[in-house]
């Protein structure tokens, strides 16, 4: 890209100075980008209307007829030329907030596969941006109105959509006013105002609401073998949870065995620090706590199955750490309870322990390299008395999962972990697992792992759920009737799908064919649009080959 020139009056006025024209150059720089940055502004808020538009249009394909007057309502809200006189705003905005949560009702049932492959995104951030755009062009008018003049950035309009999903939808309008009165002169300045604003505009009640919404835990991994968990929630349950695993920790520590049911047993020699022994107490306790049942009569709780119901002397949940929001409306409350015990109850459950069910349910695919399991960490090939010359030759890592962990630590998973070991075959060329019967040793279902490990993720472009927990479709329906006409449980003929998409493939919202030839999937998507996809190339798989080459 070739910088502005900058007036020539300026450079003839300084042409001696050879400070001034590198700063002259400097301001040409800047002045370049600014332009830049707001012609990329003007293209994101296009897309982003864009975007939404073609949400508007798919819930039209799939319903014509039944959604029309809604989509007529919605296209005149996001009008440029509305214009609302003070009488009507208050009406105005009721159908505002009426037509933003039946956008966002059918945001979870529209499928915009397509555009996410087209953004190279996945489903759920196309999600997330099409709520940022309906709440936006539907609700705050003035802030999008600003935008589209220039007069507030991309970004922070963007910052602005995202926080206001926090806000109940009655505040919405008043946000909306409170946003162009906001003067900042940098980003950190404009975020603290919104802060601001949102908190003056939230209630407790919203607040609890929002935040119980929110919760819930996420796992990151990163390619050198370590992995993060972030778990989000109510403050209470957070810091039940920190004091708990904190104090059995510290009871390790300092030696504490009586409070630990130890008895009869020397002194604790454990030399794990207190992060240490949170970690490994939070990464080995077994998941438990409460389900909502229907209270049948009759109804009895099997053993094994679930626990007791919850008890008055139970620790305290966070739901019964929340500060009870006021009732204006005079609700009988204790009706309301006793209404709802008695069709409904609580009871305690337990992570099961039995292998089988643990096999099928809590799954981890450890997967090594032949060399690397082989391996020593002297550089000699184990089993063969031959030095390979090269420690590359026991450093290709594993996976867990699909994700890469040290060679040492994926020697030490199949070590300890469970008998059943698989064979795979891959292409030395790409990594990818190939279509080849996967040989065994005491193997209950070789196949499901060679499909795993050979697309590791949902099929579907675009989605990035993990095929360790996905369904297995026939791409050819299997013939229960006659399963020698077709539709076999091959390699060929399987493939890994999540839930939702297998559910959308059975609804026959979406259709898969295999190319004999290339093994690649052709996709039909809602609206007629077509893509492919095919299995990744695997990086570690390419580099375990070529030290089988050179062996």
Excluded at 56 to 62: E, F, G, M, P, T
Excluded at 479 to 485: G, T, W
Aim: proline content about 6%; hydrophobic content about 35%.
């Amino acid at each position: 890209m070739e910088l502005m020139d900058v007036p020539t009056l300026t450079r003839r006025t300084h042409r001696d100075d050879p400070a001034f024209d590198e700063l002259s150059d400097f301001s040409a720089a800047l002045t370049t980008i600014e332009l830049t940055h707001r012609s990329i502004d003007s293209y994101l808020l296009a897309q982003l209307k864009n975007l939404f538009e073609l949400f508007l249009s798919r819930i039209s394909a799939d319903s014509p007829d039944s959604h029309a007057e809604h989509l007529a309502a919605v296209r005149e809200l996001v009008a440029p030329s509305v214009n609302t006189a003070p009488a009507e705003r208050e009406a105005v905005n009721a159908r505002r907030r009426a037509a933003y949560e039946w956008i966002e009702s059918l945001i979870p049932a529209t499928s915009l596969i397509h555009a996410a492959q087209l953004l190279d995104v996945t489903p759920i951030e196309i999600g997330n941006r099409v709520r940022s755009a309906a709440l936006g062009m539907i609700c705050l008018p003035q802030a999008t109105e600003q935008a589209a003049k220039q007069l507030l950035s991309f970004e922070r309009y963007a910052h602005a959509t995202r926080r206001a999903r926090s806000l109940d939808t009655s505040v919405l309008p008043e946000y909306d006013d409170g946003l162009v009165r906001i003067r900042a002169s940098d980003m950190a300045a404009f975020k603290r105002a919104v802060s601001q604003l949102v908190a003056r505009l939230s209630t407790r009640e919203s607040q609890t609401k929002h935040i119980r919404q929110r919760r819930g835990v996420s796992f990151h991994y990163d390619p050198h073998g370590e992995a993060t968990m972030v778990a989000r929630g109510p403050s209470p349950a957070i810091a039940l949870l920190e004091a708990r695993l904190t104090g059995v920790a510290r009871a390790v520590i300092t030696g504490n065995t009586s409070s630990l049911g130890i008895v009869n047993a020397g002194e604790l020699a454990d030399d794990r620090s207190l992060r240490e022994l949170i970690f490994d107490f939070l990464a080995n306790s077994l998941p438990a706590g409460f389900v909502t049942v229907s209270a049948d009569e009759g109804a009895s709780t099997s053993p094994g199955e679930s626990g007791p119901a919850r008890a008055t002397g139970d620790p305290p949940t966070a739901d019964s750490l929340t500060v009870p929001a006021a009732n204006p409306s005079g609700i009988d409350i204790d009706a309301t309870a006793e209404n709802y015990s008695r069709h409904y109850r609580e009871v305690g459950i337990t992570c099961p322990t039995a292998s089988e069910w643990l096999k099928r349910q809590a799954r981890v695919t450890i997967t090594v390299p032949a060399l690397t399991l082989l391996g020593d960490t002297s550089g000699t090939e184990s089993g063969t008395g031959r030095n390979s010359g090269d420690r590359s030759a026991v450093g290709v890592p594993g996976t867990v999962n699909g994700a890469p962990v040290a060679p040492d630590v994926a020697r030490q998973l199949v070590g300890s972990g469970h008998s059943t070991v698989y064979r795979l075959l891959t292409d030395p060329v790409t990594g990818v697992v190939l279509d080849h019967a996967a040989e065994k040793y005491t193997i209950p279902d070789p196949l499901r792992t060679a499909l795993i490990e050979k697309w590791q993720f949902c099929t579907l472009p675009g989605c990035d759920r993990s095929a360790v927990k996905a369904e297995l479709d026939h791409i050819i329906p299997f013939n229960h009737s006659n399963p020698s006409e077709g539709g076999l449980t091959t390699m060929q003929n399987l493939h890994p799908l999540c839930r939702q998409h297998h559910q959308m493939k059975t609804e026959r919202k979406i259709s898969v064919t295999r190319d004999s030839l290339t093994g690649m999937l052709h996709w039909k998507l809602p609206g007629g649009v077509t893509t492919t996809s095919e299995p990744p190339s695997r990086p570690i798989n390419q580099a375990h080959a070529e030290l089988l080459n050179r062996a």
